[in-house]
């Protein structure tokens, strides 16, 4: 067998010069998600954190209005009047929560020392409660994307507090029913008040209620920029989560 | 007149016992310990009735312990251990009944008759879990959602439940070729059912301990090694109760189904060691929960009870008895039903202990967490074991024995007939 020439002359260039736009900008976007994924992993990448939101491929935000929240992580002061305003607007009883304040202590951190994060049901937009549940008592609302319950189907077995990446539910023993935070739907959003309870009693403005598909909601502007740094809790979870948190 | 007709109903009855009167006719005349063993169990079954119906008054959250953050406890994994035997029973009598390997035979009928007996156990159990089990009968109809392994499972192994029976009711009326179909269509559906409980835990995908597709296949050959220890173990204890020896055909069964029960507990050990293995190249979550496992509070309970008393002392055991030393192969199988009770319990606490927010570093989480089961929780448990106890004793008498029918009993003795026969000219 006679090895075939090579063609110098008519050979291709492999130099990076010669790789297309789309093909460079694709290199570098990946080098940024994976600087930013080596960056103490909490902060996903570079890039906008919409994508961590998307329902699916085709449709960013398939819900209109798309609620979500924004939290200012170094605004809390864990002052407890959200958490006092959830409880008296829905109904929540003492031994269960929709929404608390965690606290995180790093005491080897220059001045400040401790930080507050809310958290509250993240309204997934691929939520493993609404898979598991056998009697879709729980379901995401077609609408609004808020998830749900609907507290006469729920049969206590538990599945989607085991399920919940986020701790959100809890079994409510006077309602017997699972519980959980539905961004204040039943007790204000349908009565025609725009903001949640908790929203509205935080005196830091620590939580921002908006509308994801509505591009000029503050949470629209902040999801989508690149300047600042906005992350979701436990992406890697895959449940798509819409409670966003940045510091500013 | 008259006086002739009731002489000659008299004599009939003496001389034609009805079906009753011979099944009354076998308890009576028992030894006392057979009385006192069936006492203990009625009785074990009727506190966990009164415990579950007690925590079902003052409620759950009250009488049980488990928590928001650990909502799954005990009852949770004693209904996954009573399904996976029932499935696995279902398994091990379908190889005679349904897949006619004739050398099963001899042990089917008392393998469907358990697999019933441990399904309804597992639901009595689940019954005390469920906070609301009336609304299930209701919205698992009306509104169901397919995309949940909970519906599938409740509804396969209800299902299940129902061709087991069949099944059980045809093989009582000697009618095999439709107990056949039924036993096929228990199979299927209980393997099917038996998946999709695996699956409630690998579907998760907010629990790294449980999620991936290894649960469902790992809950299958599970339920084989179950099956196993449970006919081995029932085969032993119910020729003890009726005073009898074991047979050729019996041993030769017993012997078979050993060297299955060892096939399984390879494979599981196996799965085990992998599963180890391939966590600690995982998230951060699992890697904690294996070390819990490994060398944390659960090290006793994985490194004694489920390695040791549920894998490898049963294993030796059941090489060392060549599937022919009973005694050797009951303790065994004893042994192997204690450790697999655990491996259940662990399989489900272990995969809550990792709290949600354990990895965000915050002071409310930064322990894992704990659960272990209140008294009454603990009740309805032995409920489940004494309404097993309980059926199954009664269920030696009322069946007799569950022996073969003369016909099989013929078709099994020829088989293994031929099988010497085959041997002994192999060896010439």
């Given at each position: 067998?006679?090895?075939?020439?090579?063609?110098?002359?008519?050979?291709?260039?492999?130099?990076?010069?010669?790789?297309?736009?789309?093909?460079?900008?694709?290199?570098?976007?990946?080098?940024?998600?994976?600087?930013?994924?080596?960056?103490?992993?909490?902060?996903?990448?570079?890039?906008?954190?919409?994508?961590?939101?998307?329902?699916?491929?085709?449709?960013?935000?398939?819900?209109?209005?798309?609620?979500?929240?924004?939290?200012?992580?170094?605004?809390?002061?864990?002052?407890e009047?959200?958490?006092?305003?959830?409880?008296?607007?829905?109904?929540?009883?003492?031994?269960?929560?929709?929404?608390?304040?965690?606290?995180?202590?790093?005491?080897?951190?220059?001045?400040?020392?401790?930080?507050?994060?809310?958290?509250?049901?993240?309204?997934?937009?691929?939520?493993?409660?609404?898979?598991g549940?056998p009697?879709?008592?729980t379901?995401?609302?077609?609408?609004?994307?808020?998830?749900?319950?609907?507290?006469?189907?729920?049969?206590?077995?538990?599945?989607?507090?085991?399920?919940?990446?986020?701790?959100?539910?809890?079994?409510?023993?006077?309602?017997h029913?699972?519980?959980k935070?539905?961004?204040?739907?039943?007790?204000?959003?349908?009565?025609g008040?725009?903001?949640t309870?908790?929203?509205?009693?935080?005196?830091?403005?620590?939580?921002?209620?908006?509308?994801?598909?509505?591009?000029?909601?503050?949470v629209?502007?902040?999801?989508?920029?690149?300047?600042k740094?906005?992350?979701?809790?436990?992406?890697?979870?895959?449940?798509a989560?819409?409670?966003?948190?940045?510091?500013? | 007149?008259?006086?002739?007709?009731?002489k000659?109903?008299?004599?009939?009855?003496?001389?034609?016992?009805?079906?009753?009167?011979?099944?009354?006719?076998?308890?009576?005349?028992?030894?006392?310990?057979?009385?006192?063993?069936?006492?203990?169990?009625?009785?074990?079954?009727?506190?966990?009735?009164?415990?579950?119906?007690?925590?079902?008054?003052?409620?759950?959250?009250?009488?049980?312990?488990?928590?928001?953050?650990v909502?799954?406890?005990?009852?949770?994994?004693?209904?996954?251990?009573?399904?996976?035997?029932?499935?696995?029973?279902?398994?091990?009598?379908?190889?005679?009944?349904?897949?006619?390997?004739?050398?099963?035979?001899?042990?089917?009928?008392?393998?469907?008759f358990?697999?019933?007996?441990?399904?309804?156990?597992?639901?009595?159990?689940?019954?005390?879990?469920?906070?609301?089990?009336?609304?299930?009968?209701?919205?698992?109809?009306?509104s169901?959602?397919?995309?949940?392994?909970?519906?599938?499972?409740?509804?396969?192994y209800?299902?299940?439940?129902?061709?087991?029976?069949?099944?059980?009711?045809?093989?009582?009326?000697?009618?095999?070729?439709?107990?056949?179909?039924?036993?096929?269509?228990?199979?299927v559906?209980g393997?099917?059912?038996?998946?999709?409980?695996?699956?409630?835990?690998?579907?998760?995908?907010?629990?790294?301990?449980?999620?991936?597709?290894y649960?469902?296949?790992?809950?299958?050959?599970?339920?084989?090694?179950?099956?196993?220890?449970?006919?081995?173990?029932?085969?032993?204890?119910?020729?003890?109760?009726?005073?009898?020896?074991?047979?050729?055909?019996?041993?030769?069964?017993?012997e078979?189904?050993?060297?299955?029960?060892?096939?399984?507990?390879?494979?599981?050990?196996?799965?085990?060691?992998?599963?180890?293995?391939?966590g600690?190249?995982?998230?951060?979550?699992?890697?904690?929960?294996?070390?819990?496992?490994?060398?944390g509070?659960?090290?006793?309970?994985?490194?004694?009870?489920?390695?040791?008393?549920?894998m490898?002392?049963?294993?030796?055991?059941?090489?060392?008895?060549?599937?022919?030393?009973?005694?050797?192969i009951?303790?065994?199988?004893?042994?192997?039903?204690?450790?697999?009770?655990?491996?259940?319990?662990?399989?489900?606490?272990?995969?809550?202990?990792?709290?949600?927010?354990?990895?965000?570093?915050?002071?409310?989480?930064?322990?894992?967490?704990?659960?272990?089961?209140?008294?009454?929780?603990?009740?309805v448990?032995?409920?489940?074991?004494?309404?097993?106890?309980?059926?199954?004793?009664?269920?030696?008498?009322?069946?007799?024995?569950?022996?073969?029918e003369?016909?099989?009993?013929?078709?099994?003795a020829?088989?293994?007939?031929?099988?010497?026969?085959?041997?002994?000219?192999?060896?010439?």
């Amino acid at each position: 067998m006679i090895p075939k020439k090579l063609d110098f002359e008519n050979l291709k260039i492999e130099s990076p010069d010669s790789l297309p736009k789309m093909e460079r900008r694709k290199f570098l976007k990946m080098g940024f998600a994976v600087t930013g994924l080596l960056a103490g992993g909490k902060i996903l990448s570079l890039l906008s954190i919409a994508d961590e939101s998307f329902a699916s491929s085709k449709e960013q935000y398939p819900y209109k209005p798309h609620y979500s929240m924004l939290i200012y992580q170094n605004r809390c002061i864990d002052c407890e009047l959200c958490m006092e305003a959830c409880v008296k607007t829905n109904n929540v009883p003492s031994y269960g929560y929709r929404t608390t304040i965690l606290k995180r202590k790093v005491p080897k951190a220059v001045e400040q020392q401790v930080e507050f994060i809310p958290i509250l049901c993240n309204q997934c937009n691929r939520p493993p409660c609404v898979t598991g549940c056998p009697t879709k008592a729980t379901y995401k609302d077609k609408q609004n994307g808020i998830v749900m319950m609907n507290y006469k189907k729920c049969i206590g077995c538990k599945t989607c507090m085991t399920a919940c990446p986020y701790n959100a539910r809890y079994y409510n023993e006077e309602i017997h029913s699972v519980d959980k935070c539905d961004f204040c739907f039943a007790s204000r959003l349908s009565k025609g008040i725009a903001t949640t309870a908790c929203a509205e009693a935080c005196p830091a403005k620590v939580r921002i209620f908006g509308d994801l598909a509505d591009s000029g909601s503050e949470v629209y502007r902040m999801v989508h920029q690149v300047e600042k740094t906005v992350w979701v809790i436990r992406p890697e979870s895959g449940a798509a989560p819409n409670i966003f948190y940045t510091r500013g | 007149m008259a006086e002739h007709a009731t002489k000659t109903q008299e004599v009939a009855e003496i001389a034609i016992p009805t079906k009753w009167d011979i099944v009354i006719s076998r308890f009576t005349g028992l030894s006392k310990s057979f009385y006192l063993i069936l006492g203990l169990f009625a009785l074990m079954a009727v506190a966990g009735i009164v415990a579950g119906l007690h925590a079902m008054y003052i409620g759950f959250n009250h009488a049980y312990n488990v928590t928001r953050e650990v909502p799954w406890g005990i009852l949770i994994s004693t209904y996954v251990f009573f399904v996976v035997t029932s499935t696995g029973l279902c398994l091990v009598s379908s190889i005679g009944h349904v897949f006619g390997v004739k050398d099963f035979m001899p042990i089917a009928k008392r393998s469907v008759f358990l697999s019933i007996v441990t399904i309804i156990a597992g639901f009595t159990v689940i019954f005390f879990e469920i906070e609301n089990p009336f609304r299930m009968a209701i919205y698992n109809v009306i509104s169901p959602n397919l995309t949940s392994n909970i519906w599938w499972m409740g509804t396969l192994y209800g299902a299940y439940l129902f061709f087991m029976i069949l099944e059980f009711i045809f093989l009582q009326l000697d009618k095999h070729k439709i107990a056949t179909y039924a036993g096929f269509m228990g199979v299927v559906s209980g393997i099917a059912a038996h998946s999709n409980l695996g699956a409630v835990f690998g579907m998760l995908h907010g629990r790294e301990f449980w999620y991936g597709p290894y649960m469902p296949i790992y809950f299958i050959a599970s339920a084989m090694m179950s099956g196993c220890a449970t006919i081995l173990f029932f085969t032993y204890l119910a020729h003890r109760v009726n005073s009898e020896g074991i047979d050729k055909l019996v041993a030769r069964a017993l012997e078979v189904t050993t060297k299955v029960g060892i096939l399984a507990i390879c494979i599981i050990m196996f799965f085990t060691a992998w599963k180890i293995i391939t966590g600690f190249v995982g998230a951060e979550g699992k890697r904690e929960a294996l070390m819990v496992l490994l060398t944390g509070k659960y090290a006793f309970n994985f490194w004694l009870l489920e390695v040791g008393a549920g894998m490898v002392i049963p294993l030796i055991m059941y090489i060392l008895s060549k599937g022919r030393n009973m005694k050797m192969i009951f303790a065994g199988s004893a042994l192997m039903i204690f450790g697999i009770f655990f491996m259940r319990y662990d399989l489900v606490v272990v995969g809550q202990i990792v709290p949600a927010y354990y990895e965000l570093g915050v002071s409310e989480y930064e322990l894992l967490l704990s659960y272990f089961p209140s008294i009454h929780e603990i009740l309805v448990v032995l409920g489940g074991i004494g309404i097993v106890g309980t059926t199954f004793l009664l269920g030696e008498k009322i069946f007799n024995a569950h022996r073969v029918e003369e016909h099989e009993h013929e078709a099994v003795a020829s088989h293994l007939e031929a099988l010497e026969t085959a041997k002994t000219e192999a060896s010439r």
